[in-house]
T-cell receptor
Framework: QKEVEQDPGPLSVPEGAIVSLNCTYS??????FMWYRQYSRKGPELLMY????GNKEDGRFTAQVDKSSKYISLFIRDSQPSDSATYLC??????????FGTGTRLTVIP | EAGVTQFPSHSVIEKGQTVTLRCDPI?????LYWYRRVMGKEIKFLLH????????ESGMPNNRFLAERTGGTYSTLKVQPAELEDSGVYFC??????????????FGPGTRLTVL
C-alpha cells in the first residue's frame, strides 16, 4: 500500500467554481499536513499547512484534516484562472523529509 | 531575497555518461534536500544535508548517485554512470534549521534530466 494516495486528475472547472482536492495517507507518524502548488516549469511552493485535525482557512483556500480517517482535503472557493496549477499534498514526520502525493492538475477555465 | 537556484535547467545525456547537478540554497539555510520525480510518479526524497553533513541519505537509489555539499553552501548531485531509469526532474529544497515546528522547505525549479 502506498503511503499517500492522490487522484491525479486532470480536473477542469469553470471560473468561480468550488474545487475539492483530496488525499489519503496510511502513515500514522505524519505530523504536518501540507498542500503545495506547482506551476509549470517551477518548483513546488507551500500553499498551506496544518498540524491537527480540523479546518484552516486562508482567503479562498481551506485545508481540512481528518486524522481518524487519514484523509486531507483542500477546498478552493471562487476559483480563478490563476489557480490553474498542479496541487500536491505532502506530509512531514519528525525526520523533516517530505512525502508527496502524485499531484492533481487543475485547470480553471475563464 | 534570491530563492533556491538549480543548474542546469535541463540536461540530455546518453546512457553511461556522467552528469552533475548543482543546487544553490537560500542564503543562511542550513538544511538542504534533494528530491526526484520520475515521470508519472510522486516526488520522492533522496537525501538531506545539515550544513555539510549528510543527515539522511536513505532515499538515494544506489551507489551511482553521489551528493556533496562543500562548506555547507551549494550542493552537487552526481550520477555516474547514468542509466535510463535515472530520467526525471531533480528538485533541490532548503530550509532554516529549527528546533521544533514545521520545517518549511523552499524548492528550486528543478533540473530535468533525460538519459537516452
Amino acid at each position: 500500500q502506498k503511503e499517500v494516495e492522490q487522484d491525479p486528475g486532470p480536473l477542469s472547472v469553470p471560473e468561480g467554481a468550488i474545487v475539492s482536492l483530496n488525499c489519503t495517507y496510511s502513515n500514522s507518524a505524519f505530523q504536518y499536513f501540507m498542500w503545495y502548488r506547482q506551476y509549470s516549469r517551477k518548483g513546488p511552493e507551500l500553499l498551506m499547512y496544518t498540524y491537527s485535525s480540523g479546518n484552516k482557512e486562508d482567503g479562498r483556500f481551506t485545508a481540512q484534516v481528518d486524522k481518524s480517517s487519514k484523509y486531507i482535503s483542500l477546498f478552493i472557493r471562487d476559483s480563478q484562472p490563476s489557480d490553474s496549477a498542479t496541487y500536491l499534498c505532502a506530509f512531514q514526520t519528525g525526520a523533516n523529509n517530505l512525502f508527496f502525493g502524485t499531484g492533481t492538475r487543475l485547470t480553471v477555465i475563464p | 531575497e534570491a530563492g533556491v537556484t538549480q543548474f542546469p535547467s535541463h540536461s540530455v545525456i546518453e546512457k553511461g555518461q556522467t552528469v552533475t547537478l548543482r543546487c544553490d540554497p537560500i542564503s543562511g539555510h542550513d538544511n538542504l534536500y534533494w528530491y526526484r520525480r520520475v515521470m508519472g510518479k510522486e516526488i520522492k526524497f533522496l537525501l538531506h544535508f545539515v550544513k555539510e553533513s549528510k543527515q539522511d541519505e536513505s532515499g538515494m537509489p544506489n551507489n551511482r548517485f553521489l551528493a556533496e555539499r562543500t562548506g555547507g553552501t551549494y550542493s552537487t548531485l552526481k550520477v555516474q554512470p547514468a542509466e535510463l531509469e535515472d530520467s526525471g526532474v531533480y528538485f533541490c529544497a532548503s530550509s532554516q534549521k529549527r528546533s521544533q515546528g514545521l520545517d518549511e522547505q523552499f524548492f528550486g525549479p528543478g533540473t530535468r534530466l533525460t538519459v537516452l
